[in-house]
């Protein structure tokens, strides 16, 4: 079973079709049974990162969130749910994320010539380094997925699994161990997106 974690925050009816339609049994939930029994979480996010960690206290998921990680679950962030896994967020102030994965969170403003359209929003294709993530097993070079964000991970040094090209290289996803993390959205990105929800499904845990 795939929880996918409810902190009202997060477009949660895309994400869920998207898993049944690759076979998955996925529950929505803010409970920390549902979490424990769970194989795979995935932790989703749209908006600001401050409200979105103040709401994950709220609701006790952001330590539910450390626990199942630190038992070696795979857990997957997606856009907001990627930059809250990072260290701290630069987003209308300052914010201590998770910390499951190095680095920080910064306008990509800092990070791009000037001129390009900021919010980053449509279709780019992704770079790998030499070695590819598991996660990426059944995605090719230079296949495209759907972002759309303001901010970027900086400083994810050999964490980062993939760039996009958009004026200057942007940190597209990231991985610690059994804790993955995409900018771009999978459920929004078609065919290539489904391999990769696929992918993860099938990931296995770390002890």
Not at 37 to 60: C, S
Not at 112 to 133: C, D, Q, R, V
Request: hydrophobic fraction near 40%.
């Amino acid at each position: 079973m795939i929880a996918i974690i409810d902190y009202g925050v997060g477009n949660l009816f895309s994400l869920k079709s998207s898993l049944q339609a690759i076979g998955q049994e996925a529950v929505v939930t803010r409970e920390l049974a549902v979490l424990e029994r769970a194989t795979h979480i995935i932790l989703p996010g749209v908006g600001a990162f401050g409200d979105a960690v103040r709401k994950l206290h709220e609701t006790g998921m952001f330590q539910a969130a450390l626990s199942e990680a630190q038992k070696g679950k795979p857990i997957l962030g997606i856009c907001l749910g990627m930059q809250l896994l990072l260290e701290t967020s630069y987003e209308y102030g300052e914010h201590r994320g998770l910390g499951l994965i190095q680095g920080k969170v910064k306008p990509i403003a800092e990070q791009i010539p000037k001129g390009l359209s900021i919010p980053h929003m449509g279709w780019n294709s992704l770079s790998f380094p030499e070695k590819k993530s598991p996660l990426f097993a059944d995605v090719k070079e230079g296949e495209y997925v759907y972002f759309v964000h303001s901010y970027a991970g900086v400083g994810c040094a050999d964490q980062c699994i993939a760039t996009t090209e958009y004026g200057a290289p942007l940190t597209a996803a990231v991985q610690n161990g059994n804790v993955y993390g995409t900018q771009f959205h999978p459920e929004k990105s078609g065919e290539t997106g489904l391999k990769i929800l696929k992918t993860f499904c099938k990931l296995e845990g770390m002890r």
